[in-house]
């Protein structure tokens, strides 16, 4: 592109504007840009320059921003797209915006595929907007009745196996901190906690899965207080995210209560904090670093010609650690810990066995 500007007589700024058609460069230079072009045999539109994806997310509140979940699948996609050559570039979607133009107003030409995260704000009539830029697009963490590729973690194994685990401990009056309706990921989670008490005979109790409130400052916390505030509290809780889990340890320990003795907590997401919170918690490894990569490669074959619309699910596997415990006794005392079952409890390990994709 220099050696254009040099030979049109033009900024180097004037050249990508006008090699993409895009406004603020005027026809006379337009047209000395496309010559020399020409002249000295450059093709903008080789197939050899790096592919162009957009990634498309909603704009987090200051909470979700502090999940690390979001972290973990974005270092996944740049990670994937590093491996293939490829380049990405960010963007968050706002109602009435078009950020499929703004992306190629940024990178200055057109994108190549599209990547659109999360649900929220991004619902299915946002999508539907998307889509008629008419690009590869692929959804991660969420599905829409359109013919449209996505990823996403096993998350309805993830309620499944965590309360499992819970109820392999001997625990009865199990409670859920659920997250908001608007994701998707996190009602199918959701769905999970219902269905492995359905299949130990427990009757969900309504008063046992607090709503998430309004605007919740410290996710996890409000919750898991007026959990602990009822008459016959839970002995165990799984919440639907790590730091809704992190919060409500603190709502415990206010409580005057010991987590992982007096009361078992499961987080989701096995995020970093999770390790190192104390105690370290035991929570469902989604791997979501995964995502990204699989979601990279699911985009570069639909541009390669795949016509066949996939759903790739990502397993991930339960990380025990100490915040989970058999129920107490009546006394305060507890029995001997039972073995977990290796169908669906992995431990904690510094290289845990890495996810399968499954299509």
């Known amino acids: 592109m220099r050696d254009v500007a040099a030979a049109a007589g033009v900024p180097l700024s004037a050249v990508p504007l006008a090699l993409n058609g895009k406004p603020g460069v005027s026809p006379e230079r337009r047209e000395a840009v496309l010559r020399a072009a020409g002249a000295i045999g450059y093709d903008h539109t080789s197939k050899a320059r790096k592919p162009l994806y957009g990634l498309v997310m909603e704009e987090l509140s200051p ?11 974005l270092q996944g996609v740049y990670r994937g797209a590093r491996e293939i050559g490829a380049q990405v570039v960010l963007g968050l979607y706002r109602s009435g915006s078009d950020p499929v133009a703004e992306l190629s107003d940024i990178a200055s030409r057109p994108l190549d595929g599209l990547l659109i995260a999360n649900g929220g704000d991004i619902d299915a009539e946002a999508i539907d907007q998307m889509a008629e830029a008419k690009l590869p697009t ?28 819970l109820i392999e401990l001997g625990h009865r009056r199990i409670a859920i901190i659920p997250g908001s309706e608007r994701y998707e990921s996190l009602h199918e989670r959701h769905r999970g906690y219902v269905v492995a008490l359905a299949e130990a005979g427990i009757a969900p109790d309504p008063k046992l899965m607090i709503p998430q409130p309004a605007h919740a400052a410290r996710k996890g916390y409000e919750q898991a207080k007026a959990l602990l505030d009822l008459p ?12 809704s889990a992190i919060g409500a340890a603190s709502a415990i320990r206010e409580q005057g209560l010991t987590v992982g003795e007096d009361i078992s907590l499961v987080g989701t997401d096995n995020v ?88």
Request: glycine content about 8%.
């Open 63 to 73: 909470q979700a921003k502090a999940d690390g979940f979001i972290d973990t699948l």
């Open 138 to 165: 692929v959804l991660i963490e969420n599905r829409v009745e359109r013919a449209i590729s996505s990823v996403s973690s096993d998350n309805f194994r993830a309620g499944l196996e965590s309360t499992r685990h």
């Open 232 to 243: 016959e509290p839970p002995t165990a809780i799984y919440a639907v995210s790590d730091k």
């Open 272 to 359: 970093e904090e999770s390790a190192l919170h104390l105690p370290p918690l035991t929570t469902f490894d989604t791997c979501s670093a995964d995502l990204g990569r699989v979601a990279i490669d699911q985009l570069g074959a639909i541009i390669r010609g795949l016509d066949v619309v996939t759903h790739a699910v990502v397993e991930g596997h339960l990380v025990v650690r100490s915040s989970t415990s058999v129920v107490p006794t009546v006394a305060g005392r507890k029995g001997p810990r039972p073995e977990p079952k290796s169908r669906s409890i992995g431990h904690d390990s510094s290289e845990p066995a890495g996810p399968v994709p499954r299509r």
